[in-house]
């Protein structure tokens, strides 16, 4: 009996004695309140790598960029009531890429004549036609700002020509009405005409320009009609090519030596038997 409450004692002494050791271990010194707020006091603010700042003025900036960029694209050679502004006046680029990826369909009528020299007219047919009804809605092929609303009685008919941000202009002809003013700001598939039959034309259709700094580019060249997307979102005009009727079909395979050996043979073989 005495050796059990001797044991009990013990214990309770241990329990003691590891309470105090751990109370001893996590009292801090009186000093480390002192340190710590010193600390803290001469840390340096943090920084954040991806804060940018005076936004306002870098915004602003920015602004400024685009607004003198703007600026020139929608005010020279603005004024002129010609479907080619520019004349001889420019200096034209060897190469320039034009980011065409906006592109909207005008209309998705078929194509009933392709961009080239007209034999039949003897002249130069400077764009496309596409088929719609008189009535149907024409639409801006890219965003842009209105140039030009006129009536050209042996020609274009009533027609529109848009400045677009990307250095283009496109010329929508043989119309029936207006639904733009001059100057006014577009986007890439508002409405902005009415198709028709008016001016130089045999029934009714569009008549689609596409033209950098006022010379005229097959609209195939940068646009696949049959499937009303652009070939690529940069058309890369060069000035060595322009003026040639770009095409984007297939080339025709061509024919080996061993087939038209062939196919001479044949010929051949027919003209006996016929004589026999």
């Known amino acids: 009996m005495k050796f059990f409450k001797l044991n009990t004692l013990l ?28 600390l803290i006091a001469n840390q340096k603010p943090s920084v954040n790598p991806f804060k940018i700042e005076n936004n306002n003025v870098l915004l602003n900036q920015i602004k400024e960029r685009e607004a003198a960029i703007n600026n020139e694209i929608f005010t020279s050679f603005w004024t ?11 200096t034209i680029p060897d190469h320039k890429d034009i980011d065409v990826s906006e592109y909207t369909t005008p209309t998705p009528g078929h194509i009933t004549s392709n961009y080239g020299y007209r034999s039949r007219f003897g002249r130069m047919h400077y764009g496309i036609d596409l088929k ?27 027609y529109v020509v848009i400045r677009h ?8 002809g043989h119309l029936s009405r207006f639904l733009v003013k001059p100057d006014q700001f577009v986007k890439a598939g508002d409405p902005i005409a009415l198709g028709g039959n008016t001016g130089r034309s045999t029934g009714a259709h569009l008549h689609f320009e596409t033209r950098y700094l006022g010379i005229p580019i097959n609209p195939a060249a940068i646009i696949d009609f049959e499937n009303g997307v652009p ?16 095409k984007y079909t297939p080339a025709k395979r061509k024919r080996t030596t061993a087939s038209r050996k062939r196919k001479t043979s044949s010929r051949r073989t027919t003209k006996a ?3 026999k």
């Open 80 to 90: 002129s009531d010609r479907v080619n502004p520019y004349g001889t006046a420019v």
């Open 11 to 38: 214990a309770a002494l241990l329990t003691s004695a590891a309470a105090f050791t751990s109370q001893a271990q996590l009292k801090l010194p009186a000093s480390h309140t002192n340190q710590h707020n010193s």
């Open 273 to 275: 038997s016929a004589k």
């Open 132 to 158: 719609l009804q008189v009535g149907d809605t024409v639409r801006a092929a890219f965003t842009g700002k209105v140039r030009l609303t006129k009536y050209e009685g042996r020609g274009y008919g009533y």
């Open 231 to 246: 070939h690529k979102d940069l058309f890369a005009f060069d000035k060595r090519t322009y003026g040639k009727s770009q």
């Open 165 to 172: 941000e990307n250095g283009l202009e496109t010329v929508y």
